[in-house]
């Protein structure tokens, strides 16, 4: 029997998380689902995820290519028509999925919905700023400044994800500021303004916390979304807008590091869109 909704879970050498976030999906009231366990070349003991829930999940395991590409395998591989993912350090409410699977119900028309989240650092718990105040609808402005959507809130029909496109696998870090991007250009998006997840932060093997100067891959994001053509007339200001800002303050960072060239690519990259 076909499952309602598809749940996947990437991972990379995070067996002592991995456990307590299938709990947290296997705990769920809502019961029509798969859970797809993609392992990105874990060298701890991962693997042990099947032996330890047998019938309760599917593992698969493939080299190690990044999150983007353990998302899109899920994928590939999901039997559902709402997808779901969940960061395998991050933590489900037992009613997130239910929640979820009872709004989309009632919002056909809706395509991508996401929920509130509680932050924990460092074991301890922390409260957002305001800047990261989540807005339901036409995001697509305010995502650009900065992008609430956590993956691990969102349930989106797959049906949207073959027209957008999945990950990136190009980007290592902020992938998901891309897709939702890419989404949020063509479609509203839906907050549910419940805390749904649990998200663990601070742990040193992030990735947010491997890479420098993550706005290189954010201004990476915009490019393509100027390059695809696809954006109204407006959605082009406000991408522009956003672009030259991160470039102007990598431009500066870049000199003061003393990488002139890096600078000055960063200095003239939205002169390639002016007058477009």
Partial sequence: MVPRVSVIIPTYNRYHFLIEAVES?????YRDFEL???DDGSEDDTAGIARRYPDRLRYFYQKNKGASAARNRGIRLSRAELITFLDSDDLWDKEKLRC???FMESNPE???CYTNEIWIRRGVRVNPGKKHRKDSGWVFARALELCTISPSSVM???ELL???GDFDEELPVCEDYDLWLRIASTTPVCLIDKPLIIKR????????EKYWGRDRFRVRALEKLLDDGKLTAEQKEQTLRVL????EILARGCYRRGKKEEGERFAELPLKYEGD
């Fill in 36 to 38: 797809i366990v993609v």
């Fill in 25 to 29: 999906v296997l705990n769920q009231s």
């Fill in 244 to 247: 030259r800002k991160k470039c």
């Fill in 201 to 208: 932060g601070g742990h040193p093997d992030q990735l947010s």
């Fill in 156 to 158: 989106i029909r797959k």
């Fill in 110 to 112: 809706t395509r991508i």
């Fill in 100 to 102: 979820q699977v009872d």
């Fill in 162 to 164: 073959r027209e957008v």
